[in-house]
């Protein structure tokens, strides 16, 4: 199984909560923008980036549910999120940057929560297998990594926590093991960052990855 090629460039972000990727991803589209003037730049996310996925992100960050389920409701959203943006906009050569994909589903539904592996690759070639063989997945995904405990530490300063946001560290070690996991067995894609480091170190990194765009 090989990824699908476009004449777009896809960009996943990726990390427990905490880990800080949110404060970078706007930052980062629009370095993308100066350093490619002629691409078009669409920033999305998961669940969500449709009407009807931000419908299902709301019922996914709040409401009590079966975990397959919830991993289903998941692999819906991203399959509407695939057909009404993504693949569109990388049909048109157009960036995509997607703040998490379906490796938080690998992550949370079956690191975290403990849903067979097997029936997560089930979802994902149902929801993102192609006719010929290929599997569309990001062409680059930036995984923010660090220790639950600092991510911890770092997410009791904000907001209220939502549904995943409430779980215990044994849950976020065990997601970040699954990302880690991914991450090892497809290093052509991803780009690990080393979230301990302070914003600008990590900005300085990100500035400097090279972009095969
Ligand atoms: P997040 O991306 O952290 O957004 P915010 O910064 O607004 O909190 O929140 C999305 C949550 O959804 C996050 O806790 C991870 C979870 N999630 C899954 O469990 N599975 C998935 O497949 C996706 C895409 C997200």
Redesign the pocket.
């Known amino acids: 199984m090989t990824t699908a090629s476009y004449p777009g460039y896809f960009i996943s972000f990726e990390g ?2 905490g880990a800080g ?2 404060t970078h991803i706007d930052a980062f589209a629009n370095l993308l923008k100066q350093r490619f003037p002629e691409r078009k730049i669409v920033l999305t ?3 969500g980036g449709t009407e009807l996925g931000e419908q299902l ?1 709301q019922l ?2 709040n409401a009590p549910m079966n975990l397959e389920t ?2 289903l409701l ?2 819906a ?2 399959r509407e999120h695939l057909v009404q943006i993504i693949e569109p906009a990388l049909l048109a050569g157009k960036i995509v940057i997607s ?11 079956g690191g ?2 403990g849903l067979s592996i097997d029936k997560l690759n089930a979802l994902e070639q149902w929801v993102q297998g192609k006719q010929n063989q290929t599997i569309l997945q990001p062409n680059l995904t930036i995984l923010f990594d660090l220790p639950g405990s600092i991510a911890e530490a770092r997410r009791s300063k904000v907001r209220t926590p ?4 409430q779980m215990d560290l044994d849950f976020f070690e065990r ?1 970040r093991q699954e990302y880690l996991r991914r991450a090892k067995a497809d290093m052509n894609r991803f780009h690990i960052v080393d979230a301990t480091q302070t914003q600008d170190v990590i900005w300085q990194g990100l500035e400097l990855l090279s972009l095969p765009i």
């Open positions: 427990i909560d990727k949110s996310r998961e669940p992100r996914l960050l919830e991993a998941m692999f959203a991203r703040d998490r994909f379906t490796d938080a589903s690998f992550a949370y539904q975290g929560r939502d549904k995943f946001e997601v």
